[in-house]
């Protein structure tokens, strides 16, 4: 493992974070739950416990066009964990990717945004995804053809805990240090909660980060919340020149709702009531004071 | 046959800089030129069918044209979602090159049995199929390759089959090629049981009873039109081919020939492997065999089908 992990495993559950919301997270919140209100659906607890990863890397470290999705020398960040897409969707949108317009037909038949995202349909969705494991092994074909043809883009593969119960993860994971592929990075949303429960019970993945030190990668855990150690893990990728990199992060599934917070029945919702929209939406307010 | 497909892949390597190949534990020495050449493009990964075939997606999704190879039963089975979801639903310009399609590897037994792979591939959108009936047509199949938009499964025989095609044959991925005309029965076959439909028509030729037989390496897309068309003179049409009877090229003939609201009906029957897992071992030819997938069952299958034609027309 590379440098000191920047928070200690705890092989408890987290249930609740300690880490304050800004307007901007919340905005990016309300926005989830407003495709939610569209669709009558969703995973919202899996979209809650990714904002601030998606939010740092599409702000700060991830280089793109939204008006050339396919512009060559962009960084390729795929959403493996396909089910996390409310989140994905609302920063694509807040980056002009597509008319935020669109948000209001998730799921719906004339609508691009579906259940999960797909490639071709959703501008700057690179990789269609919803069955877990696929994701890294796309990214390994995309960062070996980046270095074939000497181009300097980096690749981001988002996952989750549950999917790292999938035996592909960890094939794809000896594949990726085999080829020593530093522009890759892992980044596994670690809100130890999967979806019939806690990761503690269904499959226990601890020792996490040891795993992924085992199989090759540069490892670091770092709180999934907290913007600034993630800018701070994120700006000093590669974490190691001759290894892909992993990053734990420890998140809350469902954060910022304390009722939703660690809690499985929030980890998909269909038929959401009117009802339930207001009561989410009145507790991701802005603050007094802040304007929305 | 895999020596001229991976010859070819080879060749498409030298002259597009496009065109990548993964092995997955391949046997010692697999493309070694190609290795020593392009070793830039050259990739021999581990057992992990899944991510041999992510990767490749991947490599397809930046421009690259990827040819996949391992043992068929590993390539369609092991890794059946990454092809549904990373190859089809990506469209993605990969070709997966299985070797042993049939009964190829019978002394290894039903793990290595590569029976139900087009069966199980046919059903997913995007994805061609192709079983060249020779290592020439391979050649020449594998010449298409790199024009074709989406994924490809190419089916491997044995190797040293017989050479049955014409180096005058065009080969056009999706056409079936009409080996021979005939205006009484029409057999349909696809990969090397071409040799025994030739034998058969020619014997039953010696009887008096022209048999036309229908080539279609392509068995995904099926050639609809070349079928109809063949079909439309005869009384009787008969399938054969190395595969199981569920859901291969007999189902597929089976699905156009029903909807083309032939009147009279034409009389069909498929030839293949029942729904069994082989329960011998001995070799491709004792199962081929065992199964009646011969010339010799073609003759008399096809004969049955004109007599049973013929009493019904009487009657």
């Known amino acids: ?292 | 046959m895999r020596k001229a497909c991976l010859e070819t892949v080879y060749e498409l390597a030298k002259q597009d800089p496009r065109v990548f190949f993964i092995g997955s534990d391949l046997g010692a020495g697999t493309l070694e030129q190609f290795k020593r050449e392009m070793p830039e493009r050259f990739f021999m990964e581990g057992v992990s069918e899944a991510t041999v075939i992510g990767v490749a997606a991947g490599l397809a999704m930046e421009g690259k044209i990827a040819y996949v190879n391992t043992i068929a039963t590993f390539l369609t089975r092991r890794c059946f979602e990454q092809i549904v979801v990373d190859l089809c639903l990506h469209n993605a310009n990969v070709r997966l090159i299985g070797n042993g399609g049939g009964l190829v590897y019978a002394p290894l037994g039903p793990t290595h049995l590569a029976i139900d792979d087009i069966a199980i591939l046919r059903a997913l959108p995007n994805m061609t199929i192709v079983a060249p009936a020779d290592a020439n047509e391979m050649r020449r199949f594998m010449l298409a390759t790199l024009a074709h938009e989406g994924p490809i499964y190419i089916r491997l025989a044995k190797g040293g089959d017989p050479i049955v095609t014409s180096d005058q044959t065009p080969f056009e991925i999706g056409k079936a090629v009409p080996m021979r005309e005939g205006a009484d029965a029409l057999i349909v076959t696809t990969g090397i049981t071409l040799k025994p439909a030739l034998d058969a028509a020619a014997a039953l030729s010696q009887h008096g009873i022209d048999a036309a037989v229908l080539h279609c390496p392509t068995v995904k897309p099926l050639d609809v039109e070349a079928l109809r068309q063949a079909a439309s003179p005869v009384c009787a049409i008969v399938t054969i081919e190395e595969h199981t009877l569920m859901g291969g090229l007999g189902s597929a003939v089976a699905e156009v020939v029903a909807e083309a609201g032939f009147n009279p009906a034409k009389r069909f029957t498929r030839i293949g492997i029942p729904d069994v897992f082989p329960d011998q071992y001995g070799s491709q030819a004792s199962l081929m065999r065992r199964y009646a997938i011969t010339a010799e069952q073609l003759v008399s299958t096809v004969t049955s089908l004109l007599s049973g034609a013929m009493q019904a027309t009487r009657s």
């Open chain 1, 1 to 292: 493992m590379s440098g000191s992990p920047t928070l200690i495993t705890d092989t408890q559950p987290q249930t609740r974070s300690a880490t304050r919301l800004d307007e901007r997270s919340l905005a990016l919140r309300r926005t989830i739950v407003r495709m939610m209100a569209a669709g009558s659906r969703g995973h919202l607890g899996s979209a809650c416990s990714l904002v601030e990863i998606l939010r740092v890397l599409y702000d700060e470290i991830l280089r793109y066009d939204p008006q050339q999705p396919r512009w060559p020398l962009r960084d390729r960040c795929i959403l493996s964990k396909g089910h996390g897409c409310l989140a994905l969707y609302a920063i694509l949108a807040d980056k002009g990717f597509f008319p935020v317009e669109e948000l209001d037909k998730f799921c719906h038949a004339d609508g691009i945004l579906g259940g999960h995202p797909e490639h071709g349909k959703v501008p700057g969705v690179e990789a269609s995804t919803g069955s877990l494991g696929h994701g890294l092994a796309i990214g390994i074909g995309f960062a070996l053809a980046a270095g074939h043809d000497r181009l300097g883009h980096r690749v981001f593969v988002i996952m989750s805990d549950g999917e790292c119960n999938e035996g592909s993860v960890w094939e794809a994971a000896l594949y990726a240090s085999k080829h020593q592929l530093s522009r890759l990075t892992v980044l596994i949303d670690y809100n130890k909660q999967q979806s019939y429960g806690s990761t503690f019970e269904v499959c226990d993945l601890e020792p996490l980060a040891d795993k992924w030190a085992a199989f090759g990668f540069a490892v670091e855990d770092v709180d999934g919340h907290s913007l600034s150690a993630l800018r701070s893990v994120l700006t000093r990728m590669p974490l190691q020149s001759s290894k892909p990199s992993a990053i734990i992060c420890h998140t809350i599934k469902g954060k910022g709702i304390p009722y939703a917070e660690s809690n499985p029945e929030w980890h998909h919702k269909s038929k959401i009531s009117d009802d339930e929209v207001q009561q989410l939406l009145a507790v991701l307010a802005s603050p007094p004071g802040v304007s929305s």
